[in-house]
């Protein structure tokens, strides 16, 4: 017998094998307490936004890359460079309501764990006049380019209004229109001293047929300076800044002035 002839070799056998049974117990009693670690439940973060908004607000936190307390530090400090006016407009969407106050204050006192939002929304709601500091961060960040593009502007109009005062060649055509115009009106060349200046696009819109051709008073003026006053047609050259000028719209000019007025007085309430 098989068994007979390896009675020598069982006991060291049975040695081997037993402390590997002893092992393979061993493993699958540590696989049963890791399956039973896994299984473990895990403790539900605290929400208590308005599911939309605790997803946006996420969002706009990754994509900022700032948490509370760098934010916190940048208001207290003025800094415009961490917080600057790209960030700010984004974190002033998620200003908490009167509502949301509400919820952080009821929330305050528990030693809850809270989601990302809720969690920012809990630290922000605890910086004194939190938006008012936005707001004045955000005036600080943009002041400077309010100005520049005041005086931009205001360049523009100034040099654009200094072509038109020093260009001789386009007093001349204007004398010129004003000349015609009293013919027309009068039949002499006595009449109106000067006219609006926004008269002169009438001059399109003044039209007559002559050798069987339509012809307005802009073409009949063009062809008379080109024909008699070839050397005014240089009037172009001295009006450099007109095209600038052109772009000016006063009242978004006054539109500045009135945020900057805005802006200043709100940082001193």
């Known amino acids: 017998m098989v068994l007979e002839e390896l009675s020598d070799e069982l006991p ?3 040695d081997i094998f037993s402390a590997f049974q002893h092992k393979k117990k061993s493993a699958q009693s540590n696989n049963d307490e890791d399956s039973q670690l896994v299984k473990a439940p895990t403790k539900k973060l605290v929400t208590f936004l308005d599911p939309k908004r605790s997803q946006n607000c996420c969002i706009m936190l990754r994509a900022v890359k700032l948490d509370s307390k760098q934010i916190r530090k940048a208001l ?7 917080l600057s006016k790209d960030i700010i407009p984004e974190l002033l969407k998620f200003c908490p309501t009167e509502e949301e106050y509400a919820l952080v204050k009821m929330y305050e006192a528990t030693d ?3 989601d990302l939002a809720e969690q920012f929304f809990m630290d922000i709601s605890k910086i004194d006049h939190y938006e008012d500091r936005l707001k004045a961060l955000q005036f600080k960040c943009c002041f400077q380019e309010y100005v520049d593009d005041i005086f931009t502007m205001i360049n523009w109009y100034d040099s654009a209004s200094n072509d038109l005062i020093k260009s001789k060649n386009f007093k001349d055509i204007l004398q010129i229109i004003l000349a015609l115009g009293n013919y027309m009106n009068s039949g002499n060349r006595g009449g109106a001293y ?3 200046i926004n008269s002169i696009v009438k001059l399109v819109d003044t039209k007559t047929v002559y050798n069987g051709r339509r012809i307005s008073l802009m073409n009949y003026l063009a062809n008379l300076i080109q024909n008699t006053y070839p050397d005014v047609l240089k009037f172009r050259d001295e009006l450099k800044h007109v095209e600038d000028g052109v772009k000016v719209n006063p009242s978004i000019i006054q539109s500045l002035f009135v945020i900057m007025k805005s802006g200043i007085r709100d940082i001193k309430t």
């Open 112 to 114: 809850e764990k809270f």
């Open 76 to 82: 207290m400090t003025a800094d415009h460079h961490n």
């Open 12 to 14: 060291k056998f049975e």
């Open 194 to 196: 000067g006219f609006q």
